[in-house]
């Protein structure tokens, strides 16, 4: 049983950054981010298989990095250069399929969500 607590969100101006935290309980190969702007629809943002390679949606590549510490059972995402469109609530997930990618973190076990906003 997976459980996933995210942590980091805030308010900053565009061009700058910020790192989500989400720790990780429980035994998964697979964990990325997603997001949720308000009225849209879940967006994979970013995935990382455990002790592998991550992926990257177009709209966040060369801006975003993923990355894990297992040691602390822990996943993060490095976000720069931010834009406005990058508001939304961000979400720690864990894909309940086999399949590791950043389109596939909004289908399974999800943390509370921590908002965003880059005004």
């Known amino acids: 049983h997976v459980q996933l607590v995210e942590s980091g969100g805030g308010l900053v101006q565009a061009g700058g950054s910020l790192r989500l935290s989400c720790e990780v309980s429980g035994v998964t190969q697979c964990v990325g981010w997603f997001r949720q702007a308000p009225g849209g629809e879940p967006e994979g943002v970013a995935a990382?298989?455990?002790?592998?390679?991550?992926s990257y949606a177009d709209s966040v590549k060369g801006r975003f990095t993923v990355s894990e510490d297992k040691a602390k059972n822990a996943l993060y995402l490095q976000m720069d250069n931010l834009r406005p469109e990058d508001t939304a609530v961000y979400y720690c997930?864990?894909?309940?399929?086999?399949?590791?990618?950043?389109?596939?973190?909004?289908?399974?076990?999800r943390g509370q969500g921590t908002q965003v906003t880059v005004s």
């Open positions: 997930g864990a894909p309940s399929g086999g399949f590791c990618h950043y389109t596939s973190v909004v289908f399974g076990t």
């Open positions: 990382i298989r455990r002790g592998g390679t991550a």
